[in-house]
């Protein structure tokens, strides 16, 4: 089975899908969201190609990680990219998605909470190929793929 993580940026969105037959990485990319689209059309091209991406890779399961409650500096851009992500999972022919803050992420992936960070700065490996040469929303989209395992 295929799964996907998702990670929401202001400007782009990273995902990773995973093969969890043989727990690989298929693909880890980032959609970047053109400097020029106003608010409605840069969601709308999140949207179009996120279910390019589902149908392409044949994701059966995904995951989305969102802001943390407590977050510092809540991002609107961030938090409209991921209502729109959702939506996006809700349109497609996923059998289960999950939304998930630090918790419910580590919980789902099998993982102590407490390893989250210090795997997403590259410090502790979850046993992934190349994980220090990867961005940080690299590693979460990831993590957020393994715990779509469970969605």
Same mark, same amino acid.
């Given at each position: 089975?295929?799964?996907?993580?998702?990670?929401?940026?202001?400007?782009?969105?990273?995902?990773?899908?995973?093969?969890?037959?043989?727990?690989?990485?298929?693909?880890?990319?980032?959609?970047? !969201?053109?400097? %020029? $689209? +106003?608010?409605?059309?840069?969601?709308? /091209?999140?949207?179009?190609?996120?279910?390019? =991406?589902?149908?392409?890779?044949?994701?059966?399961?995904?995951?989305?990680?969102?802001?943390?409650?407590?977050?510092?500096?809540?991002?609107?851009?961030?938090?409209?990219?991921?209502?729109? !992500?959702?939506? %996006? $999972? +809700?349109?497609?022919?996923?059998?289960? /998605?999950?939304?998930?803050?630090?918790?419910? =992420?580590?919980?789902?992936?099998?993982?102590?909470?407490?390893?989250?960070?210090?795997?997403?700065?590259?410090?502790?490996?979850?046993?992934?190929?190349?994980?220090?040469?990867?961005?940080?929303?690299?590693?979460?989209?990831?993590?957020?793929?393994?715990?779509?395992?469970?969605?």
């Amino acid at each position: 089975m295929k799964t996907i993580g998702i990670r929401a940026a202001p400007s782009a969105v990273t995902f990773a899908v995973i093969d969890t037959n043989d727990n690989s990485v298929v693909n880890v990319e980032k959609i970047k !969201i053109p400097a %020029a $689209f +106003a608010t409605p059309d840069a969601l709308k /091209y999140i949207r179009s190609s996120l279910l390019d =991406i589902l149908r392409e890779y044949d994701v059966e399961q995904a995951g989305v990680r969102v802001t943390e409650s407590q977050a510092d500096s809540p991002s609107v851009e961030r938090s409209q990219i991921e209502g729109v !992500i959702q939506e %996006a $999972f +809700a349109s497609s022919n996923l059998k289960a /998605y999950y939304v998930g803050q630090i918790a419910s =992420i580590s919980a789902r992936a099998g993982f102590d909470r407490a390893r989250f960070k210090p795997m997403v700065a590259g410090e502790d490996n979850p046993g992934v190929e190349n994980w220090g040469k990867m961005t940080k929303e690299a590693r979460e989209a990831i993590l957020c793929a393994m715990g779509a395992r469970n969605a």
